[in-house]
């Protein structure tokens, strides 16, 4: 006798081939118990309305959490502008308004400008320096 892989024939060995066949008619066993006690019809409608309700949870948060990046940075921005107003004053120049503030005293007035629309810190220590021996203007 030849040994062949196929069918139900025995190795020489004495071994059966193929053991995860029976594996296999095992699980598909246990599946058709399954679809016989369980109908998959019953499963859909709950599989579904699980989805509806993860996905309008889903869409809740996405909601709370666009509100809250909306509401988040107004409100902190009118705190801060209360906690921690300019130093200096606005000056109408003909409706424009602009914000000057002034240190030190004497004669002459020295002004200085910040270009690219940069803020006066940038400046530093230098203005403090200045106003030491006359008045200078941010």
Not at 91 to 101: F, K, S
Request: glycine share 10%; proline share 9%.
């Amino acid at each position: 006798m030849v040994w062949s892989p196929q069918g139900s024939e025995r190795r020489p060995d004495g071994v059966k081939p193929y053991p995860h066949k029976r594996a296999a008619s095992a699980a598909t066993s246990l599946v058709s118990k399954l679809n016989s006690s369980f109908a998959l019809s019953t499963w859909v409608p709950i599989v579904m309305l699980m989805m509806e309700k993860w996905l309008w949870l889903g869409l809740g948060v996405t909601a709370v959490g666009f509100l809250a990046g909306l509401v988040y940075p107004t409100v902190s921005a009118a705190m801060d502008r209360q906690q921690y107003p300019p130093p200096g004053q606005l000056v109408d120049l003909g409706g424009l308004r602009l914000h000057l503030h002034c240190l030190g005293q004497g004669t002459p007035t020295v002004v200085m400008d910040v270009g690219a629309g940069a803020p006066a810190i940038t400046w530093g220590l230098v203005p403090a320096a200045i106003a030491q021996f006359t008045r200078v203007c941010l």
